[in-house]
């Protein structure tokens, strides 16, 4: 690549039976994480399990809002997959004007690096410094990203049960989520709290069921 890169981001997709996909973009800056950069997308326009689709997208929303706001674009972009998940990316880098940022994909079984145009994988020597590098914004897109993705989960689950309560209407749960700010709250508050919400009856109904 034509400079040294002082500034990486690295992408990776997440999802559960194609469900709740979500992507990670971490960014190294010098060799290490800047975290307040770090950035999280929920995927909107795909549905199922399609890495190839969703990288795409993420891509397109990432660089697209860097492009609008006029911030620095990075010296390289690293996603975690092989040929597909690259040709993907470039495709959205492409239709964006920015054909020539340098790009490469990191496919997890043999840890092989992958560049546009280039059939041949780079297998780096595994103490590598770059490849150690590499792997380790790989883990951190993926460890990130599945961080948001339980918490995800866990506030659908929540969520869920919170609707599944026997005699509590629409309207109740309203003013439960208006006062508490989450179903994760309404489970912790004592009796008195939730009465003060609701009234009594409905408050009694709901700690039985908790």
Known sequence: ?????????CFDNSHTQGSQTVS???????GRPAKRDY??????DVEGIDDFAGMEEVITRRYQRL?????????????DGGKGQLSSAHSALVALGLGNLPLMGIA????????????????????????????????EAHRFGLQHHRNRRHKAGMQSALDN???IGPETRRKLLSAFG???RVFAADVDQIKA????AKANLIVKQR
């Open 165 to 167: 309560l026997k005699g």
């Open 197 to 200: 919400v609701v009234g009594a």
């Open 39 to 44: 950035r999280l997308f929920n995927l909107r």
């Open 182 to 184: 989450s179903a994760e």
């Open 67 to 79: 492009l609008t706001e006029g911030q620095a674009l990075p010296d390289l972009v690293i996603v």
């Open 24 to 30: 990670a973009c971490v960014v190294f800056r010098n």
């Open 1 to 9: 690549i034509p400079q040294l890169p002082q500034h990486i981001e």
């Open 108 to 139: 997890k079984r043999l840890e092989a690096l992958f560049k546009v145009g280039d059939p041949h994988p780079l297998m780096l020597d595994k103490k590598s410094p770059t490849l150690r590098l590499i792997q380790q914004m790989r883990d």
